[in-house]
Structure formats: structure tokens, C-alpha cells
């Protein structure tokens, strides 16, 4: 498993970086009003719309009495059918969202798609499979909003008494999709803290470690705010074993990024080649594949390339960019939504299409489809998702017959 990174190609484009700093947006979130004031501001509506419908929906869904209500049947179904059409909302004309990011825009494809899923399935009345959906929904807000600075953050305003009665993970994350990064934060720093939940729920507990490490570290961008929830685990004489052994890694990962000098360049060619850094460097301390001991490292290389793509740079220097992001999600599997690195590998196929970089992005596109699809009874892959292999394989220049293609290029 061990492939060149395609630096090859910045040698013979640097001027790339021209064209991409050009483009470049202000990256504190307040400034980018100058060009794109009124889909700037269409965007904000509708996700404020979001929210409060998820509001709406997570009240609901979080209490029995309330879930299982016939008087309320209607009204829940009229919110989940109100989520899914305001997703589908999100991406239906090209260029709607201040992040320019390809992958964006198949992360809201999906979120359409599992939105619409979660209202069909509760009007056909499979309710409790339906709240278990509703409930995963957040997942989409949070892997958008945690990948970079930018963008608004809220502080703690008043949120309604049935949000503050939320199970802990629940409400860390209902924070997080609304951007209230610092409650977010303080809510799952209790959690780590907290022995009870160490062992009643080993799972949450370390969802909660995770979910907060992606705010500290990409939202941040402050060590200090990871060690505190590294730390918190260490000393928390119930954590898993396991999890004490990998917070000691992430600690040693935090304490070399903060004796490191800050890194604020807004330079894109700059923040690519600091990202490309920190992915090799991430890659020499795995061991293997799925070795969690990068993954700070890796989480602050995705952070500076949804930085860099976020400005929509174009041509090789984006497709090695995402090239680089779906490497660093296929390990970092917790902190996407499903297929998040495979959003990344067509994103560079379709950026540049017959290159060299494409044809890295199929194989990895490839295997990672593979291994979705392989079970115990062997693999299988249903009829549409092998006929995307071959349009992207077709792309990339990687399948012979279109060799012709690639010459016209
Ligand atoms: C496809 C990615 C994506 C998804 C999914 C998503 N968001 Fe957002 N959200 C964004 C981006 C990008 C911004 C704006 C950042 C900026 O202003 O630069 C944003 C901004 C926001 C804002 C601030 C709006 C403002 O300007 O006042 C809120 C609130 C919000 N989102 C809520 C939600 C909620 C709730 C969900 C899920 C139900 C959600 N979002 C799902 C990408 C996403």
C-alpha cells in the first residue's frame, strides 16, 4: 500500500497556484460577502431552515411519549418530509454554496437521498426504523461543518429545554450541526470525563472523544483544546484500555503540532504543501492500514485541504488535493458520512479527467468500492454502482478502450 504522491505534477504547473490564490475567498466566513452576497445569503436561509426543522425533528424524536403520540404522527411526518426537501434544495442549481468543493455536493446528494429514505419510511409506517434514520441526520451537518474554520460560529443562546434533556453524545452533536462550536466542545469534554459513561457506553465515549478532537483540531485549530480531551481520557481510570493506549498516541501527535510553529498561511500553494506533509508524515507513523495512531495528523491534513478546496483551485493541483483527502478519510472513517473518501477519489477523476493523478484516484476509488461491497458471501456489486466504476474507470483514462481519448487530450 504504498503509492506516490503526485507532487510530480507541481513541478511542471506551479502557475497553478496563481490561478487558485486568485480565487481565493476571505477564510474567516464574515468577509465573503464582496462577490457572492446573494447566494451567500440564500444559503444561510436555508440552512437556518435546516435547523430549525432538525430542531424540530430531534425534539421529537428524542422522547418516547412524544415519538409514539398519534396526535403527532402528522406533524413529524410533515418535518421529516420538510428536511428532506430543504437537502434537496441545497444543491439543486451548480455554484449554491460558498464552499466550492466538489465533494460537496455529492455529501448533499447523499443527505438528500438518506432524508428522503427516513420520510418514506415513516409514512409507511415502520416508525421506529424511521426515528433511528431521523437520528442519524445530524451526521451530514456535522461532517460539513467540521472539516474547516470556516464559516459562522454561534455562541450559546437559549435552546429549548426537550435539546438540554438530550442524551450527552446527542446534544454535543445537536451543537455541532448548529455551530455552536463551544458548547459542542464542553459537552463532550464532560462526557470523556465522565467514568459512568466510560463503561455504560464505551461507544458513545468515544464517539464523543472523536467528535470533539474534529472540533478542536479542524474547527479550532487549537492543541491545546485536543490535549484537554486526550488528557481527560488518560486519567479517566474507566476508559477502555484500548482507548487510553490511543489517546497517548493522539497526545504525542498534539504536544509535536504545539511545539510546532503555527502554521496560518493563506496562501493556497502554501496550505497544499503543508497539507502534503502532514499526510506523508501521517503515512510513516501507521503501521498498517487502519492504524488509528496518525489520525490527529491526518484530521489536520483534511482540515487544510477542505481549506484549499474550498476556494475552487482547478485542474491537477485540486485533483491531487482531493487525491489526498480521500487518503486521509479512508482512515479516517469516523469523521466523514459513509463513501466520504470515495466523494473524493470522482471528485479528482472528474476535475481532471485522463491524467495520470485520475487514474491514481480510480484504483483507490476502485478498492474502496470493492472492499464496501465484499462480505462473508463474497462480492457483490449492485448493477448501478458498477455502472458508475465504469463511467469514472472510462474517466480516469484507465480502461484501454478509451486510449484514443487520452491522446485527444
Ligand atoms: C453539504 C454540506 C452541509 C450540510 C449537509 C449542512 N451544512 Fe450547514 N453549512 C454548510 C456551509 C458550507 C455553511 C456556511 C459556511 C460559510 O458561511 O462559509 C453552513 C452554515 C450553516 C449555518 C449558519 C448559517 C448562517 O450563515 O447563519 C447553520 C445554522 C447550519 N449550516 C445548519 C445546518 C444544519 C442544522 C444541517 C443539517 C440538518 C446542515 N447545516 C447541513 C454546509 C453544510
Request: include cysteine.
Given at each position: 500500500m ?6 510530480r505534477?507541481l ?8 490561478s487558485a490564490?486568485?480565487l ?5 466566513g464574515?468577509?465573503?460577502?464582496a ?6 445569503t440564500q444559503w444561510s436561509q436555508?440552512m437556518?431552515?435546516?435547523e ?6 430531534l425534539?421529537d ?10 396526535k403527532?404522527f ?9 428536511l ?9 442549481k451548480p ?14 446528494k447523499?443527505?438528500?437521498?438518506e432524508a428522503?429514505y427516513?420520510?418514506?419510511?415513516l409514512?409507511a ?8 434514520i431521523?437520528?442519524?441526520?445530524a451526521g ?5 461543518h467540521?472539516r474547516?474554520a ?14 438540554e434533556?438530550l442524551?450527552?453524545l446527542a ?8 455551530r455552536?462550536?463551544d458548547r459542542?466542545l464542553?459537552e463532550?469534554q464532560k462526557?470523556?470525563?465522565?467514568s459512568d459513561?466510560a463503561i455504560a457506553d464505551?461507544f ?8 470533539g478532537?474534529?472540533?478542536a483540531?479542524?474547527v ?7 490535549l484537554r480531551l486526550?488528557?481527560s481520557v488518560i486519567?479517566?481510570?474507566?476508559s477502555?484500555y484500548?482507548?487510553?493506549?490511543q489517546?497517548?498516541?493522539w ?7 504545539k511545539?510546532e ?6 496562501d493556497?500553494?502554501k496550505?497544499f504543501e503543508?497539507?502534503n506533509r502532514?499526510?506523508?508524515?501521517a503515512?510513516?507513523?501507521?503501521k498498517f ?5 496518525a ?6 491534513a ?7 478546496l474550498s ?8 485533483s ?6 480521500g487518503i486521509?478519510?479512508?482512515?479516517l472513517?469516523?469523521y466523514g458520512t459513509?463513501?466520504?473518501s470515495?466523494?473524493?477519489y ?17 484504483r483507490?476509488y476502485?478498492?474502496?468500492?470493492y472492499?464496501?461491497?465484499t ?5 457483490y456489486i449492485?448493477p ?6 465504469n463511467r469514472y474507470?472510462?474517466l480516469?483514462?484507465?480502461d484501454p ?5 487520452t491522446q485527444?487530450?
Amino acid at each position: 500500500m504504498k503509492e506516490k504522491l503526485n507532487l510530480r505534477w507541481l513541478a511542471i504547473f506551479p502557475c497553478i497556484f496563481l490561478s487558485a490564490s486568485s480565487l481565493l475567498m476571505p477564510l474567516n466566513g464574515v468577509g465573503a460577502e464582496a462577490s457572492s452576497q446573494p447566494l451567500k445569503t440564500q444559503w444561510s436561509q436555508k440552512m437556518r431552515s435546516l435547523e430549525a426543522t432538525l430542531n424540530k425533528v430531534l425534539v421529537d424524536t428524542s422522547s418516547d411519549s412524544r415519538f409514539n403520540d398519534r396526535k403527532k404522527f402528522k406533524s413529524i411526518e410533515r418535518n421529516a418530509s420538510q428536511l428532506a426537501k430543504l437537502a434537496h434544495s441545497l444543491f439543486e442549481k451548480p455554484g449554491q454554496s460558498p464552499d466550492q468543493d466538489m465533494s460537496q455536493a455529492l455529501i448533499g446528494k447523499d443527505f438528500a437521498t438518506e432524508a428522503d429514505y427516513a420520510a418514506s419510511t415513516l409514512k409507511a409506517g415502520h416508525r421506529e426504523y424511521a426515528r433511528v434514520i431521523l437520528n442519524s441526520i445530524a451526521g451530514f451537518c456535522i461532517a460539513c461543518h467540521t472539516r474547516t474554520a470556516i464559516g459562522p460560529q454561534f455562541a450559546s443562546s437559549k435552546v429549548a429545554p426537550e435539546v438540554e434533556a438530550l442524551p450527552p453524545l446527542a446534544k454535543g452533536n445537536y451543537f455541532v450541526a448548529t455551530r455552536n462550536f463551544d458548547r459542542a466542545l464542553a459537552e463532550y469534554q464532560k462526557i470523556t470525563q465522565d467514568s459512568d459513561q466510560a463503561i455504560a457506553d464505551p461507544f458513545a465515549y468515544e464517539r464523543a472523544l472523536r467528535a470533539g478532537l474534529s472540533v478542536a483540531v479542524r474547527v479550532k485549530k487549537n492543541p491545546d483544546l485536543g490535549l484537554r480531551l486526550v488528557e481527560s481520557v488518560i486519567v479517566n481510570s474507566k476508559s477502555p484500555y484500548y482507548m487510553k493506549a490511543q489517546a497517548l498516541e493522539w497526545k504525542k501527535s498534539l504536544l509535536e503540532w504545539k511545539a510546532e510553529k503555527t502554521f496560518d498561511s493563506k496562501d493556497p500553494g502554501k496550505i497544499f504543501e503543508e497539507a502534503n506533509r502532514l499526510v506523508m508524515k501521517a503515512r510513516a507513523i501507521q503501521k498498517f492500514p487502519a492504524d488509528p495512531s496518525a489520525d490527529l495528523v491526518y484530521l489536520r491534513a483534511s482540515g487544510l485541504l477542505h481549506e484549499f478546496l474550498s476556494s475552487a483551485p482547478t485542474g491537477l493541483i485540486a485533483s491531487n488535493a482531493y487525491y489526498l483527502a480521500g487518503i486521509s478519510y479512508d482512515v479516517l472513517k469516523d469523521y466523514g458520512t459513509r463513501d466520504f473518501s470515495e466523494f473524493y477519489y470522482r471528485s479528482c477523476i472528474s476535475t481532471s479527467p485522463y491524467t495520470e493523478i485520475s487514474k491514481d484516484c480510480y484504483r483507490r476509488y476502485e478498492e474502496s468500492v470493492y472492499l464496501g461491497y465484499t462480505g462473508s458471501g463474497g462480492t457483490y456489486i449492485p448493477p448501478e454502482i458498477r455502472a458508475r466504476l465504469n463511467r469514472y474507470e472510462k474517466l480516469s483514462g484507465s480502461d484501454p478502450s478509451t486510449l484514443i481519448d487520452t491522446q485527444k487530450m
